[in-house]
């Protein structure tokens, strides 16, 4: 991609997402995503009512009058965005490639996670780790993310979330807030997934096309599968072939909902081509 188009490409997502972040979800996010816990912020004298457990004994002492300890929420998060770049994310049947919706809802995220002065990390992965890039803070860090989002090339396109699980697990020392964004089409990653998300607040954004759960009646049509490069000759015109596509497809959700529940990590779906501001918004509240 020339260099004046990529520009331009981050400049429009940095426009439509950061107006997004600051006027609907910075207060949803702040709300939806605490801090790692509690820390220490001042004494004061003590109050009717207050805590004796909170009694600071060695200031009491010093000054005859009992005070307390005051605590409060340690505010600031690492944000890690898990991106899937697999070569399913290069379809799209609407106005918009999966690819697309995933490169605005990360940009979402980051520019959500910097109005509340958090930390933002990027790892890109097909079925290993393709890239790292570690969190930091500030606007130009987030601007370079949605660069490497709209530019980046994977080395695989087969999808497997195994690893890059692993991976974030011991790479990411602390607790975060952890974002996998993908159309999950892989399997196997359920034990690493609740391994995971012992140590991480893990949120699933599904993505999705129209055309994963319908398929159309064109008649015979060759498919050709973006992840493995095989060729197949479908006849569309068969209802029991769509209608066996329409329930895989509705079983494969089931399925990806049951794991996540079973993991406690939370879920939500968004569809290329329409509005994803609805499901996020409906996990942030969730959450609360």
Same mark, same amino acid.
């Given at each position: 991609?020339?260099?004046?188009?990529?520009?331009?490409?981050?400049?429009?997502?940095?426009?439509?997402?950061?107006?997004?972040?600051?006027?609907?979800?910075?207060?949803?996010?702040?709300?939806?995503?605490?801090?790692?816990?509690?820390?220490?912020?001042?004494?004061?004298?003590?109050?009717?009512?207050?805590?004796?457990?909170?009694?600071?004994?060695?200031?009491?002492?010093?000054?005859?009058?009992?005070?307390?300890?005051?605590?409060?929420?340690?505010?600031?998060?690492?944000?890690?965005?898990?991106?899937?770049?697999?070569?399913?994310?290069?379809?799209?049947?609407?106005?918009?490639?999966?690819?697309?919706?995933?490169?605005?809802?990360?940009?979402?995220?980051?520019?959500?996670?910097?109005?509340?002065?958090?930390?933002?990390?990027?790892?890109?992965?097909?079925?290993?780790?393709?890239?790292?890039?570690?969190?930091?803070?500030? =606007? /130009? +860090?987030?601007?370079?993310?949605?660069?490497?989002?709209?530019?980046?090339?994977?080395?695989?396109?087969?999808? *497997? !979330? @195994?690893?890059?699980?692993?991976?974030?697990?011991?790479?990411?020392?602390?607790?975060?807030?952890?974002?996998?964004?993908?159309?999950?089409?892989?399997?196997?990653?359920?034990?690493?997934?609740?391994?995971?998300? =012992? /140590? +991480?607040?893990?949120?699933?954004?599904?993505?999705?096309?129209?055309?994963?759960?319908?398929?159309?009646?064109? *008649? !015979? @049509?060759?498919?050709?599968?973006?992840?493995?490069?095989?060729?197949?000759?479908?006849?569309?015109?068969?209802?029991?072939?769509?209608?066996?596509?329409?329930?895989?497809?509705?079983?494969?959700?089931?399925?990806?909902?049951?794991?996540?529940?079973?993991?406690?990590?939370?879920?939500?779906?968004?569809?290329?081509?329409?509005?994803?501001?609805?499901?996020?918004?409906?996990?942030?509240?969730?959450?609360?």
């Amino acid at each position: 991609m020339e260099t004046s188009e990529l520009i331009e490409k981050v400049r429009r997502i940095e426009i439509k997402t950061r107006g997004l972040s600051k006027h609907i979800f910075a207060g949803q996010y702040h709300s939806a995503f605490k801090g790692r816990g509690v820390a220490f912020s001042e004494v004061r004298e003590y109050q009717f009512g207050d805590d004796t457990r909170s009694i600071d004994w060695n200031v009491t002492a010093r000054f005859n009058h009992p005070y307390v300890k005051i605590f409060e929420e340690e505010r600031e998060l690492t944000v890690v965005l898990m991106v899937d770049v697999s070569g399913s994310g290069n379809f799209g049947s609407n106005t918009q490639l999966k690819r697309e919706l995933i490169t605005e809802l990360s940009a979402l995220l980051a520019f959500s996670a910097i109005q509340n002065n958090d930390k933002t990390g990027l790892v890109f992965f097909s079925d290993k780790v393709e890239k790292f890039i570690p969190p930091k803070k500030g =606007r /130009k +860090h987030i601007l370079h993310l949605i660069r490497e989002l709209i530019d980046f090339s994977p080395g695989n396109k087969t999808t *497997g !979330l @195994a690893e890059p699980l692993k991976f974030i697990t011991n790479a990411i020392k602390k607790r975060a807030a952890v974002f996998i964004i993908s159309d999950f089409q892989c399997a196997g990653f359920e034990d690493a997934l609740t391994i995971a998300a =012992r /140590k +991480h607040d893990i949120a699933g954004l599904h993505i999705t096309d129209p055309r994963d759960i319908v398929l159309p009646d064109i *008649g !015979l @049509a060759q498919f050709t599968d973006p992840e493995t490069g095989e060729l197949r000759w479908i006849d569309t015109s068969a209802r029991s072939v769509r209608n066996a596509y329409h329930q895989f497809s509705l079983d494969h959700t089931k399925w990806l909902k049951s794991v996540f529940s079973r993991c406690g990590v939370d879920y939500a779906k968004m569809t290329t081509g329409e509005d994803y501001v609805i499901p996020l918004l409906a996990l942030f509240k969730a959450r609360k």
